[in-house]
């Protein structure tokens, strides 16, 4: 049997993500572009790289039991793409295994060769010889067990467990996180201009008003890329959120002057958006700055139409030395390991191990610490990050406080302001810390310092 152009997509692109370290939002759609798939088929791949991407480690637990071996690291790359597909279409999709069979020794003898046809055929029948909650019973049951069958990271497993504690919530938690983590979210849509009621009525596909953000609509169905306003840059898609968090650093009340605004760390531009907006109704000046010159360019597209921006591309750690207390606002969305959007970025989880925290939380305080320096006396500074992890959350805020000289203010007090209402279960009484299978958006944090 002939491997099917929806397979072959899905199985280069998950070879990309392993093999090259690509993205799994940029390399599948340069696949789908070039095999030219019909929708049904293109959403077919999309699933299979996705799906199997979020779910690889409880795949690599069933094949380990299977194969009696103790990673599937030592495997050909292909086949253990293969196997991985194999296993998803099997458990998850239930897909007819004869069918997944067949098309899994298919793609092992195109990829590899005939000497890989046999183990492929052999692990997958055995596989598909037990239903799923035989698998989950196991796999749960052993070492690292809870982790395995959620298929996150043992080292991520420990810090969300810890940060669950740290952000006030029970431990108890923990696999109904891990379980939210693994669930495709809706489309969220963000509105830069117009009015939310009447877009609600006006738009071709349906939609309906986020829960906590004013200026938010969820995607029930459809393609955002269908829908005039996206493409004219009204609207843009971005998480709710992150909508809260841009939403909390444009309207933090503040004391005397606010006319210059500064988003440090502006890239892609889902953030900045919202900032140019809120910019643009109060007369504001936004300067947004990122790094990198390609994210700068994406930050440009996106605010294409915004006369009150200035795009620069700059290391925002000099920021303090260039142009010291120069802003009123100023917005940290800090680099971090994004181990809040693990719904809508799978390939994330495993692009990070413990180790990175200590460059990664290095390169937050001194962003901090520039963006301090930067502002205005009274000036109001927001830190943001898309994790819940400890060191890139609360830690980063007794940084701020007791090193730079910063004042918390109560944020979710400020959140309550600039919504029209109360975000439920946030922590404590100064940050506000999303989270998906409490409030359904992203896992972002978000803080808010006067100076």
């Known amino acids: 049997m002939r491997l099917t152009d929806a397979r072959r997509v899905a199985l280069n692109t998950l070879l990309a993500i392993d093999l090259d370290g690509a993205y799994a939002n940029l390399a599948l759609p340069k696949e789908l572009r070039a095999a030219q798939l019909e929708p049904r088929d293109a959403a077919f791949a999309t699933e299979l790289v996705y799906g199997t991407t979020r779910l690889a480690g409880r795949y690599d637990a069933i094949i380990r039991i299977v194969t009696g071996e103790r990673s599937v690291g030592s495997f050909d790359p292909e086949v253990r793409a293969i196997l991985r597909t194999g296993c998803h279409e099997i458990l998850t999709l239930e897909t007819p295994a004869h069918a997944v069979v067949s098309q899994a020794v298919s793609a092992a003898r195109e990829y590899v060769g005939e000497r890989a046809t046999g183990f492929v055929n052999g692990v997958l029948r055995s596989v598909a010889r037990r239903p799923l909650a035989e698998w989950r019973a196991e796999v749960s049951g052993g070492r690292d067990g809870l982790g395995h069958w959620h298929s996150h990271p043992a080292w991520l497993v420990k810090e969300l467990t810890a940060a669950l504690a740290a952000h006030g919530r029970s431990i108890e938690e923990l696999p109904d996180l891990l379980a939210a983590n693994n669930r495709p979210p809706l489309i969220d849509l963000v509105i830069r201009r117009g009015d939310r009621g009447a877009l609600l009525h006006e738009l071709p596909l349906e939609v309906e008003p986020t829960e906590l953000s004013p200026i938010g609509m969820r995607l029930l169905r459809g393609n955002p890329a269908r829908i005039r306003e996206v493409r004219s840059g009204r609207l843009a898609v971005q998480d709710e959120g992150s909508q809260i968090m841009a939403l909390i650093a444009a309207g933090a009340p503040i004391e005397g002057r606010d006319e210059r605004w500064l988003d440090l760390c502006a890239g892609p531009g889902g953030k900045a958006g919202v900032l140019a907006a809120r910019a643009e109704k109060v007369g504001a000046h936004l300067v947004a700055n990122e790094v990198s010159r390609h994210r700068a360019d994406l930050v440009a597209r996106t ?16 920021v303090a030395e260039d142009e010291p207390g120069a802003y009123d606002r100023v917005l940290v969305d800090a680099p971090c390991t994004g181990t809040g959007a693990l719904r809508r970025r799978p390939d994330s989880r495993w692009r990070h191990s413990r180790s990175d925290l200590d460059d990664l939380t290095a390169l937050q305080r001194d962003l901090l610490a520039a ?27 007794r940084f701020a406080a007791k090193t730079l000289g910063l004042t918390v203010l109560d944020t979710p007090a400020i959140a309550e302001h600039v919504l029209g209402r109360v975000i439920p279960e946030v922590g404590d009484t100064t940050s506000v810390q999303l989270w998906p299978h409490v409030h359904g958006t992203d896992a972002m944090f978000g803080v808010a310092f006067r100076r």
């Open 303 to 318: 605010l294409r139409d915004f006369d009150s921006v200035e795009i620069r591309c700059a290391d925002g750690r000099r």
């Open 371 to 397: 963006a301090a320096g930067a502002l205005r006396p009274g000036g109001i500074l927001t830190y943001v990050t898309c994790s819940p992890l400890q060191r890139e959350t609360l830690a980063q805020v």
